[in-house]
């Protein structure tokens, strides 16, 4: 049975988290990849990040999206 859809935030903030099965970033370049593509949606102001956590096997945002998702 398919789960239900996820109901969209009211206030348009969101913790986000993906986790992998093994390493996400294996190296530095990962990471720095990644922070670059995070700045880069935050400047662009499609979304505001309140916070970030980047580790090995998983990763936590909070952001607030507002009406773009």
Do not use: P
């Amino acid at each position: 049975m398919a789960r239900k859809g996820r109901v969209q935030s009211e206030t348009g903030i969101y913790h986000v988290l993906l986790r992998g099965v093994n390493l996400l970033f294996s190296d530095n370049a990962d990471y720095e990849e990644f922070t670059n593509t995070l700045a880069r949606y935050s400047a662009s102001g499609e979304i505001k990040i309140f916070a970030y956590s980047l580790l090995k096997n998983r990763i936590h945002l909070v952001i607030d999206a507002g009406e773009s998702i």
